[in-house]
């Protein structure tokens, strides 16, 4: 299957704020919804009810809407099963979970390794476990940080392999850099979790692998069987979806033997609760405690759905419907997506470098590389060009993204880079009004007319 290249026009009408003449270049963060997901939604409202708390037709039509969702979701990822997803509000909230799920099973000695690649949502749990919570019960574990290489953004894989050792329980490491567009080779990093032979408790001797899949989920296919992941994470707000839902898969076993994350109702078995015992429900609803974002799940399984229709890759319709989502029909929705906003990014990375003063950070042009670009202009503060392409009409970012110890490891001062962004609605004029506003902004004096009147916002770090 390989659908040609997408009509974007027609794609673009369905989001009003790409409609609006904005370049919608803050993808990363955020991407925006099409107007069919806003008016599923808003047909969800006056029919739902909660799920699994109900005999009404209400209940039990929204529970099998939102049990569906976990099915699609699951298929996009080609997953198993549903029992393998766990709903979180974000990525974030995922890998919290997977840090307090297996936080008693750490034992003296261990260590977690990570990368200076990280977001600050996969480095500050791990620090935080280690340094902080584990120290209060007694226990040393060390958390272990890879290096990359500074001109090509690469993860080094030498030092990573160096750090990991039979007390390894766990790599935690991005799929796609947010701020240098690193992509980490998975298998080689699953070959150095297999060949650590820490003993876990299930039995396995190897190191866990959880990827962050917050930017690499919204560009790529994902086959969490083929890499073998133990755990990824993303998040649908990243996908078109509203925000509000995050994403874990796990390996179906390392679900059923793990602690929950959240306890309380609905994540207990029907009428299990006892003074002395208290027995979970079944997978995944274990991992579903409280009420959830019933209809952020529905409307984000859509998002998939819909993604689909939209890129053309099949010849029927998904969007609105429950029926099975073939493998190769998610792989070939997401080849489009990934050839389109690669191309984009090639072409915006081949024009910003003309820019005089502008230093383009991370995957030289033509590497695999997430579809974002970041940069910084000598003697021109990050969060002023930000300011100053926002009056321009460009949605942009400055600040560290996150991405903090990478900014430190480059040694840049302030911590901050400018990044566009760029996602499936995007056009190549897009690029080339973003690129001409970054060329304005740089050849126009600090502080004058174009950059005046621009706020500076604080950076979410
Ligand atoms: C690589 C990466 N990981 C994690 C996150 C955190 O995502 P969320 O804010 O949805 O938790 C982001 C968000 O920008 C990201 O880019």
Sequence with gaps: MDPKDPDIERIR?????????????NNAAS???????????RSLIPFYENVHRG????????????????DTIAQWLNAPSRRSIAAYRNTTEAHNAVMYSLLTEFRDGDNVVTTMLEHNSNYVPWHALTREILPRLGRRVQCRIARFDHATGRLDLDHLASLVDTRTKLICCTGASNFLGTKPPLPAIRAIADASGYPQPTGERRSRLLVDGAQLVPSSFVDVQALDLDYLSFSFHKMMAPFGVGILYAKEHLL???????????????GQVFPDRVEYNELPWKFSAGTPNILGLIVSAQALRL???????????????????PAPVVAATMQVIGRHTARLTERAMAALA?????????????????????????????????AA?????????AGCHCATLAHHDLGLDPPASCRLSFYLYNNLTDVDRAVDAVRRVVATAPGSAVTAGGRHRRDAA
């Design 13 to 25: 009408d369905q989001f009003d704020f790409v409609r609006s003449g904005r370049v919608v270049t």
């Design 31 to 41: 991407t925006q919804p099409p107007r069919p997901l806003l008016d599923l939604y």
């Design 55 to 70: 005999q009404s037709n209400a209940s039990g039509w929204t529970t099998d809407r939102f049990e569906a969702a976990y």
């Design 256 to 270: 059923a033997s793990s602690l929950p994350f959240l306890y309380g109702g609905d994540m207990i078995a029907d």
């Design 307 to 325: 993604a689909v229709d939209l890129i053309g890759a099949d010849r029927r319709l998904y969007f609105r419907t429950e029926d099975p989502l």
């Design 354 to 386: 003309t820019v005089p003063g502008l230093r383009l950070l991370g995957v030289p042009a033509g590497g695999p590389r997430a579809p974002l670009v970041a940069f910084t202009v000598a003697g021109r503060s990050p969060f002023e060009l930000a």
């Design 389 to 397: 392409l926002n009056e321009l009409g460009v949605e942009s970012r």
